[in-house]
């Protein structure tokens, strides 16, 4: 068969190759209810917690993340039966709707059927968790879980019984945790773990481009792809490894300090649509970057300031990392946002999410513990993007998991 064929040829080519699972950069929430006019309404209903996910408190008001838009397919079972999920460095575990979930939000995605699956293995162990954007409650279930072409056997993942009806105006349809094994709270072996404990890939890594197109966004298990940044990648230790935390030395604007005086810790989330910080400091930068508190929360600018706003600059392990207004403005049809948005008061760790992602290429090294960080290669140099490797990976975004791309150097 194909598939064998070509999972024979990755073990083969295994120590020189590296596999790649495109992204998409699909609608998100807040777009979706914008369009039906459900916007303000499903927000002030909804509000935005962007620690939820963090508290692991269980009893905490959720959150929802309305601004997430990147996801990709993986497949699960025997036949694959495949999914878009968000490959979420904020969690640990993996889950997927269940056919047996009456939630209206699983009613508009793809659902898991365990009985058409030859190689899964139930359990009795019920699961639930809380994320950004929501909770959810299910059981856990042991099945191949496929990506990239990789085959993980024996993979523990939820199925949703219940989902919390924010899901709803989520595109992607479960969420696929990628931070370390100790936050998993389904009591089964995170993804990436059992990638590295199969030997599925030769370098314990994984490496995120997140476009701000629709498509070209990927993350690359067991490699670094040149094409997708320039420059040097600046490597910064893991501090803690739970979820991948850094340390921050300082927060600038025009060589002022505007948050994390005397350093703090930031923690680099692919599934954190903004960047997070505490209140004090956010609504200096905000005051900085003339943002306004709209009646819903949200800081909101003038569309046509956004030219002469400043660059935000972090520096972490002594090297600066800045974000133009063109990254940190979000602009949804005529509304501009300010990508920086407060924790709640009680928090004074940061949260650098794909606002921040999107102008520095992020690899997850398990290999030391450390998250690398390089300046992404632009469009306008499209010498260094338009490598084979990123336009095989656009053409494939229209495929499903079980396609195998193998780069070799
Ligand atoms: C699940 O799959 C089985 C076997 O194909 C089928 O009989 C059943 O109707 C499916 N269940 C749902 C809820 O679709
Ligand atoms: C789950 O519990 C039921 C009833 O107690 C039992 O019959 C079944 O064997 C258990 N299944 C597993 C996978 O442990
Ligand atoms: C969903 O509804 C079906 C039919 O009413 C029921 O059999 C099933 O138990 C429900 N599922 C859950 C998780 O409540
Ligand atoms: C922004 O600029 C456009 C075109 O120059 C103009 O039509 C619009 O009124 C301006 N908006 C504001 C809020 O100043
Ligand atoms: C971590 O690994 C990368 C490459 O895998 C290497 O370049 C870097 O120097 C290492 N950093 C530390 C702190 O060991
Ligand atoms: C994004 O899409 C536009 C138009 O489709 C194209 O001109 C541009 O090169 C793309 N940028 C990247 C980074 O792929």
């Given at each position: 068969m194909l598939k064998s064929a070509i999972v024979l040829h990755a073990l083969v080519v295994l120590s020189e190759c590296y596999v790649t699972v495109p992204l998409v950069r699909g609608k998100t929430a807040r777009e979706t209810l914008m369009e039906n006019g459900k916007w303000e309404e499903t927000r002030l209903k909804f509000?935005?917690?962007?620690m939820a996910k963090f508290l692991?408190?269980?009893?905490e008001t959720l959150t929802n993340d309305a601004d997430l838009s990147y996801y990709g397919v993986i497949s699960i079972g025997n036949p694959p039966q495949s999914f878009n999920v968000l490959f979420d460095t904020g969690s640990a575990d993996l889950w997927v709707p269940s056919v047996y979930c009456n939630s209206t939000a699983c009613q508009d995605h793809v659902k898991f059927n365990?009985?058409?699956?030859?190689?899964f293995k139930g359990t009795n162990h019920t699961v639930s968790i809380q994320y950004g954007t929501g909770s959810l409650f299910g059981v856990l279930g042991i099945d191949t879980v496929a990506l990239a072409g990789m085959s993980v056997a024996n993979q523990g993942f939820g199925v949703s019984l219940i989902e919390d009806?924010?899901?709803?105006?989520?595109?992607?349809d479960g969420i696929l945790g990628l931070a370390?094994?100790?936050?998993?709270?389904?009591g089964a072996v995170p993804v990436f773990e059992n990638i590295i404990k199969q030997s599925l890939?030769?370098?314990n890594l994984f490496s995120f481009y997140l476009s701000?197109?629709?498509?070209?966004s990927v993350v690359t298990f067991g490699g670094i792809e040149s094409n997708y940044f320039t420059g040097q990648i600046t490597w910064i230790p893991v501090?803690?490894?739970?979820?991948w935390q850094i340390k921050m030395d300082s927060v600038t604007i025009n060589g002022n300090i505007a948050g994390c005086r005397g350093s703090c810790q930031a923690i680099v989330d692919t599934g954190t649509s903004l960047i997070i910080g505490p209140p004090s400091d956010i609504n200096n930068i905000n005051r900085n970057i003339g943002a306004t508190m709209d009646n819903i929360g949200e800081f909101i600018v003038d569309c046509n300031k956004t030219i002469n706003m400043p660059n935000v600059m972090f520096t972490l392990n002594g090297n600066h990392f800045t974000i133009p207004p063109s990254a940190y403005i979000l602009q949804i049809s005529s509304v501009c946002y300010s990508g920086f948005q407060t924790s709640s008061a009680n928090f004074n760790f940061w949260i650098l999410g794909d606002v921040f992602i999107r102008e520095y290429y992020t690899i997850f090294n398990r290999e030391n513990n450390t998250v690398g960080l390089a300046r992404v290669a632009r469009a306008s140099s499209s010498a260094t993007t338009s490598t084979s490797a990123s336009s095989i990976a656009r053409a494939s975004?229209?495929?499903?998991?079980?396609l195998m791309l193998i780069f070799c150097h």
């Open positions: 509000p935005y917690r962007p692991r408190t269980g009893d365990h009985s058409k699956s030859s190689t009806s924010f899901f709803t105006y989520v595109a992607f370390f094994p100790m936050l998993a709270v389904f890939v030769n370098l701000r197109n629709s498509t070209g501090s803690k490894g739970t979820y975004s229209l495929f499903t998991a079980s």
